[in-house]
């Protein structure tokens, strides 16, 4: 690693800025990867750009119809704030299991989106809630969608002088939950994991998504499970013409990795897991 500078900017504007001047570069948010990347000679850099005094992205925010998240809230705090406990329970449960109490201090969800790794804990919920990123350089602002972004990965994917600002997530009267397997001697790692966003009008299922990390390239969206459960009762979820659409999904996604017999049949108890999670939190196990 070697790096002649850590800069310090004070607001977005002047992180931008930074951006722009200073080349090399590269965007230190908690740092939990990209240190490791430096050490290891993946990344280089002459300038790491710590965002880490901009107040800008630090906020949670209640808006009329979503809630906003800056990028350099940490897991941490979204694990305790009241807004995000309220409205999106699958990303409580996902921060809770994001490593050891010291990383979920240190890590942001901006980091965890922008790495992009397959078994990044946050993407699978962020896709279940629709939720849209929002990315700043000084040559201007973009927002797409989070589906759009991960499903495009290679053209949309951040840009070099960009700087994810914000995740912005409608709220939503649904459930969610989220579960994800892992090696206990590394408790950062997913081995698989899904989320699911399920809303329930009379007993009948009227939204159903469901997300899967840890099997491909990206976590990804399963849209043919919606199709296959919509104005099912409840209970429907649980059965194996469910659990075994997803194992195929599984399948499919890996079916040339030494990894896939285990992910096709583990799939199955931890999407079940994830649901019996929502169903808890809101209440409605025995509907």
């Known amino acids: 690693m070697s790096i002649n500078e850590m800069l310090h900017p004070q607001s977005l504007e002047e992180s931008k800025e930074m951006l722009e001047s200073y080349k090399p570069s590269k965007i230190l948010a908690g740092g939990t990867d990209l240190v490791l990347d430096l050490r290891r000679g993946k990344l280089e850099a002459d300038y790491l750009i710590n965002l880490n005094r901009v107040k800008e992205l630090k906020n949670i925010e209640d808006r009329e119809t979503s809630i906003s998240i800056g990028s350099m809230v940490t897991f941490a ?134 997300a899967l990390g840890a099997v491909g390239k990206y976590p990804f969206l399963l849209e043919e499970i919606e199709k296959l459960v919509l104005n099912k009762e409840i209970n429907y979820i649980l059965q194996e013409d469910v659990t075994n659409l997803i194992s195929n999904v599984v399948y499919e996604s890996i079916k040339n990795r030494k990894t896939m017999p285990f992910k096709k049949e583990a799939v199955k108890g931890v999407y079940k897991e994830a649901v019996l999670r929502a169903l808890i939190c809101g209440g409605n196990l025995n509907e």
Request: charged letters at 25%; proline letters at 4%; a positive charge.
């Open 77 to 210: 705090e979204l694990k305790e704030n009241p807004l995000i406990k309220k409205h999106f329970s699958a990303l409580v449960d996902a921060a809770a299991s994001m490593g050891s109490p010291q990383i979920r201090n240190i890590a942001t969800i901006g980091g965890n989106i922008v790495n992009a790794a397959p078994a990044a804990d946050i993407i699978p919920c962020l896709l279940c809630f629709a939720g849209t990123l929002k990315f700043e350089s000084k040559s201007g602002r973009r927002e797409l969608s989070s589906i759009e972004y991960f499903n495009n990965y290679s053209r949309e994917g951040i840009k070099d002088k960009e700087i994810l600002t914000e995740i912005i997530l409608p709220k939503t009267k649904g459930l969610s939950g989220f579960y994800k397997l892992g090696k206990r001697n590394a408790l950062a790692i997913s081995r698989l994991s899904a989320a699911v966003n399920i809303n329930i009008v009379e007993s009948k299922i009227q939204v159903f998504k469901v």
